[in-house]
């Protein structure tokens, strides 16, 4: 299952969340109080595995790793109606 993060106030803040679309209600509620309109979308990519030999490498499990899919700026004429649509709110 693909988790997803978001990062808003300069990096300051950041929170993991289960789909996009809980995403989008994050933004949408935190966005009018946070410090920054911009909120940086990440989505789960392949883990990080290990380099080398045996016990201390090998492929072995790293760590999770994410990738920026989308940067979501509610400074941004029409964002809001934007998010509010794909989500399907009036």
Excluded: C, N
């Excluded at 492929?59 to 790793?65: L, P, Q, V």
């Excluded at 941004?76 to 509010?84: K, P, S």
Aim: hydrophobic fraction near 40%; proline fraction near 6%.
């Amino acid at each position: 299952m693909t988790q997803w993060q978001v990062r808003f106030d300069d990096g300051h803040q950041q929170r993991y969340l289960p789909d996009r679309a809980a995403v989008l209600r994050y933004v949408l509620a935190v966005g009018p109080r946070a410090a920054s309109p911009r909120f940086e979308v990440f989505a789960e990519s392949a883990p990080v595995t290990m380099k080398g030999e045996g016990e201390a490498g090998g492929g072995s499990f790293g760590g999770r790793r994410f990738e920026l899919v989308e940067v979501i700026d509610l400074a941004r004429d029409d964002e809001v109606d934007r998010l509010r649509a794909e989500l399907g709110l009036p």
